[in-house]
């Protein structure tokens, strides 16, 4: 990748926001070194046959399928699994009576118990249906707001644009879990600020990357068609700039989805996750790693191995998309 | 080039006075005010509305953002900790270096790692090797930081013996030269992440800078395989980096907030932590604007080596 003359590296000109991916808090992907995948088109949806071909490309890849399934199994796990296996989960006090505390696996406890005398088997179904709820959820707002953010600066350009880009610069050199911690110190947690919270430190790469996106639309002769004929602003960018990104919308909610949960986890294990007496990943694993030096590995490995099965599966799913994509750009 | 430097020194400037009015907007969002905070829910309106009229917070917004920006320029101030009984600025400077050292010494440390390992998988493409080192990459770019701190831990500190779970209580930013044992595992466990990005953005790089024209004409002039793998494709996959490197400051900086967490260094990032469950709010919202300002210098250093490095921005008037 070598970049172009007077190739600014920092701030944005179109040419650098569309061939690097990147510009943020966070580290670049690994996957993400392939360009962005920009369908384009004025048609706003794709037909069947597409629709078809994507999911070809996209079960040819087997990684991915295994993926999707890991996903799958999981929400399946968290939200189906407490009905299959029901285990008490909140009442503290009938959990220290009834079982041991630390217990190792056997004896009706198939992952032990913590320190607590909970059932971990059952807490990482009860766990993880926080970190999938909160992980989702703000991943969607994020899109959702970043995507309405860029597509406006994107659209409307001048100062408008200047200003709104300049806002998205600052927030996102500020170290992204300093933000959080601030946040979550001055407006205390509950599972619905942390969706918020953590939605608001993760909106601004896609208002990035939509913003470029619509750069590039907005220049296209059928919206151009569509300014002629007197459609309004509102239209343009509801019914052509969005829909016409939607690839890269997409894309970039799966990936966050996987990013969101890894961010709630830091947050669990730093003490500031999902409060008592429910719990997430990250608390489970923070509780098990306080007592790390006992060896009470039950309360460390299932857990860490759900959390990182769980963002791989994310990640690989947010690749294949990408790349079904792609070809149905390639082969149009 | 000159041009250059003095806008992204300006870039750096308005990023830095931003971040300062984001914090000052935060502060103003706590619920019931600072005085509420301070002194906490018990409060009087009597002694809420003297602890207001002592901090000026009785002043318009407009002189109290003026204070603020007053303070941070002139006076190094950056608000009082009622926990620690001293001024933020103060509690944060013993701080800084220990991060600022924990930082820089990963990154060297994922540079030097990363960017052998990236020519590797070049010359070995499409080889085992080149798989593997990719499927690793990916599988520790999913590791949260924290585990992999935790494993680190378990293995080499509790039952291997090796490294100590953390460093010393005593050690100074200096320690890393004169005990750098006790500093192995942080260091270790901040760059890991990094080595998995580096590395596959040093693959990409050093693969676009192979198939350039210039590579193809050095070939055939006849220069030997390492002249053109070395001489030309590297340094030119080189410069990439530097970008990726000042884009990539802020999540290392992210991540050593949990590291010193897993390893109880006390840095900028326990220091935030302990703060926030302590409801110290000054200095939470200290940390994160030094923090930042720290970060935001590391990137234009980076920016700056990047336009020295490339002649297309040395010569140019960019």
């Known amino acids: 990748m070598t970049p172009p003359d007077g190739f600014d590296p920092v701030f944005n000109d179109v040419e650098a926001e569309t061939s690097l991916p990147i510009g943020s808090g966070e580290f670049i992907r690994p996957g993400s070194l392939v360009d962005e995948a920009v369908p384009e088109g004025g048609e706003a949806f794709s037909s069947g046959s597409n629709l078809r071909r994507m999911t070809r490309v996209f079960s040819e890849n087997k990684l991915a399928v295994v993926s999707l399934g890991i996903v799958i199994f999981f929400v399946l796990f968290c939200f189906v699994g407490p009905h299959v296996y029901p285990t008490n989960q909140t009442d503290a006090q009938a959990a220290l009576q009834n079982s041991t505390q630390n217990a190792p696996p056997g004896n009706g406890n198939p992952l032990g118990t913590d320190e607590n005398g909970f059932n971990i088997l059952g807490r990482l179904m009860f766990g993880g249906q926080a970190s999938l709820i909160v992980g989702l959820a703000s991943a969607l707002v994020a899109t959702i707001f970043g995507t309405l ?117 830091a947050l669990g294990f730093l003490g500031l996750g999902v409060p008592a007496p429910n719990t997430d990943w990250g608390t489970m694993l923070s509780n098990g790693v306080q007592a790390a030096g006992n060896g009470y590995w039950w309360q460390i490995y299932p857990v860490g191995i759900c959390i990182v099965l769980v963002v791989i599966a994310f990640n690989y799913v947010g690749d294949a998309l990408r790349d079904s994509l792609e070809v149905r750009l390639q082969q149009r | 080039m000159t041009g250059y430097i003095i806008r992204r020194l300006g870039q750096a400037l308005i990023v830095i006075l931003g971040v300062i009015l984001f914090t000052f907007i935060l502060a103003q969002l706590i619920p019931g005010g600072e005085a509420k905070a301070v002194l906490g829910p018990k409060a009087t309106p009597t002694t809420i509305a003297l602890f207001n ?144 990005s580096f590395s596959r953005y040093m693959r990409s790089s050093m693969m676009d800078a192979m198939a350039e024209d210039y590579i193809r004409t050095a070939r055939a002039k006849g220069a030997s395989s390492n002249r053109v793998l070395y001489g030309h494709a590297l340094r030119n996959a080189l410069i990439p980096i530097l970008t990726l490197l000042g ?72």
């Open chain 1, 149 to 265: 953010y860029g597509a406006i600066s994107g659209f409307f350009g001048g100062w408008l644009d200047s200003l709104l880009m300049r806002i998205v610069d600052i927030l996102l050199s500020v170290p992204v879990l300093f933000l959080l911690i601030a946040l979550v110190t001055i407006y205390h947690q509950s599972e619905v600020l942390l969706i918020l919270v953590i939605a608001f430190v993760s909106w601004l790469v896609p208002a990035r990357l939509i913003r470029g996106e619509t750069l590039s639309l907005r220049t296209r002769e059928y919206v151009q068609a569509v300014r002629v004929m007197g459609g309004s602003r509102g239209r343009i960018i509801n019914r052509h700039i969005i829909p016409n990104a939607v690839g890269t919308i997409v894309v970039f909610a799966t990936f966050q989805v996987a990013d969101s949960i890894l961010l709630l986890a």
């Open chain 2, 53 to 196: 009229r002592r901090n000026g917070l009785d002043l318009s917004i407009y002189d109290q953002f003026w204070h603020y920006i007053e303070g941070i320029f002139f006076h190094f101030d950056l608000g009082y900790s009622y926990k620690y009984n001293q001024g933020v600025t103060q509690v944060i400077l013993e701080r800084l270096p220990k991060t600022l050292t924990l930082v820089t010494a990963s990154v060297v440390l994922a540079l030097v790692i990363a960017i052998p390992l990236g020519i590797l998988q070049v010359v070995r493409r499409n080889k085992p090797i080149d798989y593997a080192v990719t499927s690793a990459s990916f599988f520790f770019y999913a590791m949260p930081d924290f585990l992999v701190g935790t494993l680190l831990i378990i293995y080499f500190s509790f039952d291997l013996k090796i490294f100590p779970s953390s460093p010393p209580t005593t050690a100074t930013a200096w320690s890393v030269f004169t005990d750098p044992r006790a500093f192995a595992l942080p260091i270790i466990t901040l760059c890991v992440t990094s080595i998995a």
């Open chain 2, 247 to 318: 884009l990539s400051l802020p999540a290392i900086v992210s991540g050593a907030l949990i590291v010193e967490n897993v390893f109880n260094y006390p840095g900028m990032g326990l220091l935030t932590v302990q703060s926030a469950f302590n409801d110290d709010i000054p200095v939470v919202l200290g940390t994160t604007l030094v923090i930042t300002i720290a970060t935001v210098i590391g990137s234009l250093v980076a920016d700056i080596l990047y336009a020295v490095a490339d002649p297309r921005i040395r010569l140019g008037n960019g």
